[in-house]
């Protein structure tokens, strides 16, 4: 019988499957460089593209703060225009108040009473004089109070000083513009 030897063959046939093993594990390699380059790439894609997003947004933002900004300046220089226009219109509506207040005034006076000074702060004014009688001071205030430019007549201070036979009372009030804003300080020392 013959013999055959099958070592060398099956030794070949093992040298062929760890070469084409090789080959095999080579082209997988290969393949999962190319597939890790390409994951590489469309990262790096994606990575620059929101980058670009992202620009392109903060751009965005900083138009949009910069109209932001003018948006409030506008505002504000609206409300001072509005607060001047305002201003002028009071004005407007305020400037005969004056005229009428002391053409009233001098109606208001009864016999007997004499002004010695007149100021206004702010929406009051403080009226000083000098009558024959309280009952005088007392038809004085009736009539401020009756007047249609004064308002809410206070008396602050009344003194009644001999003079010669006679007796004066010394007075001091406080009366508010009609369409004025009401007396914030509380009257002077009352007596």
């Known amino acids: 019988m013959m013999r055959l030897n099958l070592l ?5 046939r093992r040298k062929e499957l760890d070469q084409q093993l090789l080959r095999q594990g080579g082209i997988a390699w ?10 590489h790439m469309q990262l790096g894609s ?4 929101q980058q670009a997003r992202n620009a392109y947004l903060q751009q965005q933002i900083s138009l949009m703060a910069s109209k932001i900004h003018e948006i409030a300046v506008i505002k504000k220089a609206r409300a001072a225009l509005l ?8 004005l407007q509506l305020d400037r005969m108040l004056i005229v009428h207040s002391f053409n009233s005034l001098a109606r208001d006076v009864p016999p007997g009473v004499y002004l010695t000074s007149l100021s206004q702060e702010a929406e009051a004014f403080t009226i000083s ?3 024959q009688s309280n009952e005088r001071v ?7 109070a009756a007047s249609p430019w004064f308002t809410n007549p206070v008396l602050d201070v009344i003194t009644v000083k001999k003079v010669g036979a006679g007796r004066l009372s010394y007075f001091t009030l406080t009366a508010q513009g009609k369409g004025m804003a009401p007396l914030t300080t509380p009257p002077r020392g009352r007596r």
């Open 138 to 144: 007392s038809e004085f205030m009736r009539n401020l």
């Open 46 to 49: 994606f990575v620059s593209d």
């Open 129 to 131: 004089g000098v009558a």
């Open 8 to 12: 060398p063959w099956r030794e070949q």
């Open 30 to 39: 290969v393949g999962v460089l190319v597939l890790l380059f390409y994951i």
């Open 83 to 90: 607060a001047r226009m305002h201003v002028i219109q009071q």
